[in-house]
């Protein structure tokens, strides 16, 4: 089965600048998709197709995927970006896979 | 606006049952591929199934594969995750869960997720 692989945690002070790593095996080869998810709520889609931001997301979230591993990148971090993230693949094998998530903690 | 909106989950013992329910609004629910998404306390997330628009095809991960079935009214724009011989470990958030589809295709990434409805699982 395919397995995505996060950091626990990632620490940055407000106004500079998060990367969050997932990596798994040749993931250049699959789109990369990634949620934010805030304490008791449900998760939310922040990038999809390894770069592309849904409607609402704003300019300071992207993502790459040129190779292991793929990143999400939050630019000018606020303090209300502090939540957990997950990556997200679909595999033949193994369907939808979400990585373990990552607590992004803004100091 | 799109709304999915989760209903019957609550507690039950090791080797229940329960049905939980998923009402979409706010869009044409019978063109979309339905999933369930589950998170256990203070855990990640974890895929769990999902359906065909026209319920013609369902998928399962390994951990509930022969325990939980999946289905859909499209009449109703409810999708259903009906639930056996429930375990401890079964314990979560179960999250009803949108793909993202533009006329006959679907992307593989998810685009909206209800509030999730807690089932716990404990004598």
């Known amino acids: 089965s395919y397995v995505l692989t996060q950091p626990p945690s990632v620490s940055v002070a407000p106004g500079q600048t998060a990367r969050i790593p997932c990596g798994g095996n040749?993931?250049?080869?699959?789109?990369v998709h990634w949620y934010q998810q805030k304490p008791g709520q449900a998760p939310v889609l922040v990038v999809y197709?390894?770069?592309d931001r849904p409607s609402g997301i704003p300019e300071r979230f992207s993502g790459s995927n040129s190779g292991n591993p793929a990143t999400l990148t939050i630019t000018r971090v606020e303090v209300g970006d502090e939540a957990d993230y997950y990556c997200q693949v679909w595999d033949s094998s193994s369907q939808h896979v979400f990585g373990g998530g990552t607590r992004l903690n803004v100091l | 606006e799109v709304q999915l909106v989760e209903s019957g989950g609550g507690l039950v013992q090791p080797g229940g049952s329960l049905r939980l329910s998923c009402e979409g609004s706010?869009?044409?629910?019978?063109?979309?591929?339905m999933h369930w998404v589950r998170q256990a306390p203070g855990k990640g997330l974890v895929w769990l199934s999902h359906?065909?628009?026209?319920?013609?095809?369902?998928k399962y991960a390994d951990s509930v594969k022969g325990r939980f079935t999946i289905s859909r009214d499209n009449a109703k724009n409810t999708v259903y995750l009906q639930m056996n011989s429930l375990r401890v470990e079964d314990t979560a958030v179960y999250y009803c869960?949108?793909?993202?589809?533009?006329?006959?295709?679907?992307?593989?990434?998810?685009?909206?997720w209800g509030q999730g409805t807690l089932v716990t699982v404990s004598s």
């Open positions: 869960v949108r793909e993202a589809c533009s006329g006959n295709s679907c992307f593989a990434y998810f685009d909206y």
């Open positions: 706010g869009f044409s629910f019978r063109s979309y591929w």
């Open positions: 359906i065909y628009s026209d319920g013609s095809v369902t």
């Open positions: 040749n993931i250049g080869s699959n789109s």
């Open positions: 197709d390894d770069s």
